[in-house]
């Protein structure tokens, strides 16, 4: 009886093993971005977007004062597949988003008044795949 009972739970415990992560290919997202940058805008650098497993994900970068910056996204499919980029000031005030009235949009530019640490945010709205990329450029 006692082999019996640790069969069961030998058994019972294999269908309670965790479910694999789900993987995310952001550095091809990354990669992808940086040709659809707007015309005139110079590429500065990529971000690899991997939410699978976290609420936000977040970088900073210091912009500079007359400078405009141009942040785009890509994900699965032609949309954003949810993932909404936010610019923060040192002050952590929010001062772009792509998400505008309750739409969408795949890239947000942003003239910056102050030379500054500024934040680089990316939340994931539901559904989404919580995996993309991202490239941000300049132009003065």
Do not use: W
Request: glycine share 8%; proline share 4%; net charge positive.
């Amino acid at each position: 009886m006692k082999k019996f009972v640790f069969i069961v739970l030998c058994v019972a415990s294999l269908g309670m093993s965790p479910v694999p992560d789900q993987t995310c290919d952001s550095e091809s997202f990354a990669t992808a971005c940086i040709p659809k940058l707007a015309n005139g805008f110079n590429f500065l650098k990529s971000y690899k977007v991997d939410g699978v497993a976290k609420d936000k994900v977040e970088y900073s970068y210091v912009f500079t004062k007359g400078t405009q910056y141009m942040i785009n996204l890509c994900a699965n499919g032609n949309t954003t597949d949810g993932i909404v980029v936010s610019i923060f000031d040192k002050e952590r005030n929010k001062v772009a988003t792509s998400k505008v009235n309750g739409q969408f949009i795949s890239a947000i530019a942003y003239p910056c008044n102050a030379t500054g640490i500024y934040y680089i945010q990316y939340t994931f709205d539901d559904p989404s795949g919580h995996c993309g990329g991202s490239a941000l450029g300049f132009k003065r």
